[in-house]
């Protein structure tokens, strides 16, 4: 059984912990991997950019270094370290936050308002992030996350993709989800995720972050339903959250199973860098619960 770790103990006392920082980052990151086209200032763009992967992978580092030692915890036989794996989702950091009970219950409109405007502004892209992931993974892994893409693409139908639900729900709550109104936190979350996945040294540790998305977001995204269910939103509009209340709970299955698994078997090591890819997820999302009770006054 995965002990229980003590948020307190991830101190997130680093420089790279503030709106500047986060903001900046999240600004480069939309900007270097939406479609360009060929420019004159391609040089000074490149060390640019040279300049902001350093910052990046100090983030990371900084991170990183906060969760290794409950990463290590992490059995290395695929058996245990799936059963491991599979215990965050109750003793993982930010799980069982009593945020979302309440989100179900209690918020107004306009506090589920701006929970969403902060989750929608923060949200790094899960088709993109398994995209970027599972270049050059052993077959039974890419086959698992190729399954996943496809499905998140609404395996061919446009109505059927999770990223337009996402947006419905954006145009029904009338928010406005953009960085220079997202706290940190959230930006920070958006920002790891991006930064494993794009960065071939973290490709271990995302497809264990994207994993345990996975095996938690189910019970989050019922209690999120449930609350825009509460103050009158249709199934259309609430259909992101319905859906991955549900949904993810096979993907969460599939993943462990056909992803994690094989990955083990085939090499050890992976399940230590997967393990801390997880926590660092997961200790991002505390965060965010954290300040987002804060803002809320609850």
Excluded at 114 to 128: H, L, R, S, T, V
Excluded at 199 to 225: D, F, K
Aim: with cysteine.
């Amino acid at each position: 059984m995965a002990s229980r770790p003590n948020i307190n103990h991830f101190v997130a006392s680093s420089q790279f912990y503030t709106d500047s920082f986060q903001r900046g980052l999240a600004h480069w990151n939309r900007e270097r991997l939406a479609p360009q086209f060929p420019a004159e200032g391609w040089s000074r763009t490149l060390d640019r950019d040279v300049r902001m992967l350093r910052l990046e992978g100090a983030f990371i580092e900084g991170l990183r270094q906060e969760i290794v030692g409950h990463a290590r915890e992490a059995p290395t036989d695929p058996d245990g370290f799936v059963a491991w794996f599979e215990d965050l989702k109750q003793f993982g950091p930010g799980q069982g936050d009593v945020l979302f009970p309440w989100l179900a219950e209690a918020a107004s409109p306009d506090e589920l308002r701006w929970f969403f405007e902060q989750e929608a502004a923060g949200e790094a892209g899960f088709d993109d992030l398994v995209a970027y992931t599972q270049v050059k993974l052993p077959v039974p892994a890419k086959l698992e996350l190729a399954r996943n893409y496809w499905d998140e693409m609404g395996r061919g139908n446009i109505k059927g993709m999770h990223g337009p639900m996402l947006q419905t729900l954006v145009e029904a709550m009338a928010v406005n989800p953009v960085i220079e109104n997202t706290v940190w936190e959230s930006l920070a979350l958006a920002n790891a995720m991006t930064a494993m996945a794009t960065c071939r040294r973290y490709a271990w540790h995302s497809v264990g972050a994207l994993g345990v998305i996975e095996l938690t977001a189910p019970g989050r995204s019922a209690l999120v339903a449930q609350g825009l269910r509460r103050i009158g939103l249709n199934g259309r509009e609430r259909r992101y959250f319905d859906l991955h209340a549900v949904l993810d709970i096979k993907h969460s299955e599939d993943w462990n199973r056909e992803a994690l698994r094989p990955l083990v078997e085939e090499d050890p090591r992976r399940a230590t860098a997967m393990a801390e890819g997880a926590l660092m997820r997961l200790v991002c999302g505390a965060r965010c619960f954290e300040r987002y009770r804060s803002e809320l006054g609850f």
